[in-house]
């Protein structure tokens, strides 16, 4: 929520901030040895740890059926074609976030003023597209602790998201850590919403510190503002601000989404 104006500067890839290890940051995966036309038929190694022949089809979208039960349970990390693969950038299918955003959009007043700006596409947007990554510094779980305790203290708006990864029993597996506040992109000005239009998903491109790309959950018209739940990634979808009691609700802050479905408060974290 960009109710109060914290100016940044813009970015086009993450940043290394405090705490990160920086062997950790330089690391790079293998690549691939396959070529771009045999992708289709023989399976890249970038894929060997699921069971799949591609992350997206012809249309750059993410071979995921929306309309399949629980589908959000099943959805797994993806891992891209990277510049130490031998496929060709040009035109291999793996290579879709690296490669984007596709689309055009806009930063806007939102008619509740309590909420600042947001963020809504000028063009259409087909379902399970790759639309935006959030970009930041990515820093240590305990200079998040600390950063979060210091902007709530100045009333300051969070910008910080925990993009966390799971293991099938909904304990967290791997959680990375990304601050917006001082370096960012537009994705900054995505607001929450109970019923988004966008999920996040951990997408690695040649390393081991997941980038979080934002995918369309169905069809966005021209004009729709953009959103998501600030609650977390795939499979993951239960807000921790329920069954909480009258007195710690009041530290957390109201939600502004006016869905029908509204839980009410914006997800926090302990």
């Given at each position: 929520?960009?109710?109060?104006?914290?100016?940044?500067?813009?970015?086009?890839?993450?940043?290394?901030?405090k705490g990160i290890e920086l062997d950790l940051w330089n690391s790079e995966y293998e690549g691939c040895k396959c070529k771009?036309?045999?992708?289709?038929?023989?399976?890249?190694?970038?894929?060997?740890?699921?069971?799949?022949?591609?992350?997206?089809?012809?249309?750059?979208?993410?071979?995921?059926?929306?309309?399949?039960?629980?589908?959000?349970?099943?959805?797994?990390?993806?891992?891209?074609?990277?510049?130490?693969?031998?496929?060709?950038?040009?035109?291999?299918?793996?290579?879709?976030?690296?490669?984007?955003?596709?689309?055009?959009?806009?930063?806007?007043?939102?008619?509740?003023?309590?909420?600042?700006?947001?963020?809504?596409?000028?063009?259409?947007?087909?379902?399970?597209?790759?639309?935006?990554?959030?970009?930041?510094?990515?820093?240590?779980?305990?200079?998040?602790?600390?950063?979060?305790?210091?902007?709530?203290?100045?009333?300051?708006?969070?910008?910080?998201?925990?993009?966390?990864?799971?293991?099938?029993?909904?304990?967290?597996?791997?959680?990375?850590?990304?601050?917006?506040?001082?370096?960012?992109?537009?994705?900054?000005?995505?607001?929450?919403?109970?019923?988004?239009?966008?999920?996040?998903?951990?997408?690695r491109i040649g390393n081991i510190i997941p980038h979080a790309a934002l995918f369309s959950l169905r069809n966005i018209q021209?004009?729709?503002?953009?959103?998501?739940?600030?609650?977390?990634?795939?499979?993951?979808?239960?807000?921790?601000?329920?069954?909480?009691?009258?007195?710690?609700?009041?530290?957390?802050?109201?939600?502004?989404?006016?869905?029908?479905?509204?839980?009410?408060?914006?997800?926090?974290?302990?």
């Open positions: 929520m960009e109710f109060k104006h914290i100016s940044f500067i813009e970015i086009s890839d993450n940043l290394p901030g771009s036309s045999q992708f289709l038929n023989l399976k890249c190694s970038c894929l060997s740890s699921h069971d799949i022949k591609s992350n997206y089809d012809t249309f750059k979208q993410l071979n995921v059926d929306f309309n399949q039960k629980n589908w959000n349970s099943n959805m797994y990390p993806i891992t891209e074609c990277h510049s130490e693969c031998s496929c060709d950038e040009n035109s291999c299918l793996n290579r879709v976030v690296q490669s984007g955003p596709y689309f055009n959009f806009e930063i806007f007043n939102c008619d509740n003023f309590k909420k600042g700006k947001g963020l809504k596409t000028k063009e259409f947007i087909p379902v399970a597209s790759f639309v935006l990554e959030y970009m930041g510094e990515i820093i240590s779980l305990d200079e998040a602790k600390d950063l979060l305790k210091i902007r709530q203290n100045r009333q300051e708006p969070n910008y910080i998201m925990f993009l966390n990864e799971f293991y099938s029993n909904d304990q967290i597996m791997a959680s990375t850590i990304i601050d917006a506040r001082n370096y960012s992109n537009l994705a900054r000005y995505i607001n929450h919403s109970c019923d988004p239009n966008l999920f996040v998903l951990p997408v021209p004009g729709e503002e953009l959103t998501y739940d600030y609650n977390g990634t795939v499979g993951k979808i239960e807000s921790k601000s329920q069954g909480k009691d009258e007195e710690n609700l009041k530290n957390l802050n109201l939600c502004l989404c006016n869905s029908e479905n509204c839980r009410g408060y914006l997800p926090f974290f302990e």
